[in-house]
């Protein structure tokens, strides 16, 4: 069937660094995809999301960039904090139901 | 206002009981979204419910059921349960035209022994 993954299970980053964090998604059909992070003991909370035509958006901080012709999405977050240290998931949106990859751990080194 | 909640937080049950959790979305959210977490399959959509009606459901067997009251309170229940339900249930709602900014509870975590 069709999934959502990410790259890479980990990601140190010092802090004051930029954090990028790829996902690579099967699904072509879908109409959103999105990012979500999860520290321990709390459900995830939503980032961003990015709309399947565009290919580039901006938050706080963070940015998504969405290739379609790889299938591929990246969050990008600037100057990561400790705070930022977190499980990251993309996912993907299609009938009202999220797909989720298996997340990115980012550990941020003081 | 008040986020997500889910009762109980922690639950402890043996092979063959069944469980029922609840789920109380952000007041005004009419979408409630049920996910099962787990350290080998992630997180997996279990169903997704508007206004009482399930819209989505996803590849689960048949002893994961749920509904949704007319308040948009949600309930699953899982029958027969076996050592490979133990895992953290996650209760999600957004607001109608937002279903990506889905708003998560703190999660039920269910052991089987």
């Known amino acids: 069937g069709e999934s959502v993954g990410l790259h890479l299970p980990t990601l140190s980053v010092q802090e004051g660094d930029n954090s990028i964090i790829n996902c690579a998604y099967s699904n072509s059909a879908s109409d959103y995809f999105i990012w979500y992070k999860q520290e321990s003991g709390k459900g995830p909370q939503f980032i961003i999301d990015i709309r399947s035509n565009m290919d580039k958006r901006q938050g706080q901080r963070v940015t998504v960039l969405l290739n379609k012709t790889v299938k591929h999405l990246s969050l990008q977050i600037a100057a990561t904090q400790p705070g930022d240290s977190a499980v990251y998931f993309c996912?993907?949106?299609?009938?009202?139901?999220?797909?989720f990859g298996a997340g990115t751990t980012v550990t941020v080194r003081a | 206002k008040a986020g997500v909640t889910q009762t109980p937080r922690y639950l402890i049950k043996t092979r063959g009981q069944q469980v029922t959790l609840s789920c109380s979305p952000i007041?005004?959210?009419?979408?409630v979204s049920w996910y099962q977490q787990t350290p080998g399959q992630g997180l997996q959509f279990l169903f997704e419910y508007f206004s009482e009606t399930q819209r989505n459901k996803g590849n689960f067997p048949g002893r994961f059921s749920g509904r949704q009251f007319s308040n948009s309170r949600s309930e699953m229940n899982v029958s027969t349960l076996e050592l490979g339900d133990s895992a953290l249930y996650l209760c999600?709602?957004?607001?109608?035209?937002?279903?990506?900014?889905?708003?998560f509870g703190p999660g039920t975590r269910l052991t089987v022994l």
């Open positions: 007041s005004g959210h009419r979408s």
């Open positions: 996912a993907e949106s299609n009938d009202y139901k999220l797909s």
């Open positions: 999600a709602s957004s607001s109608p035209g937002s279903d990506n900014e889905q708003f």
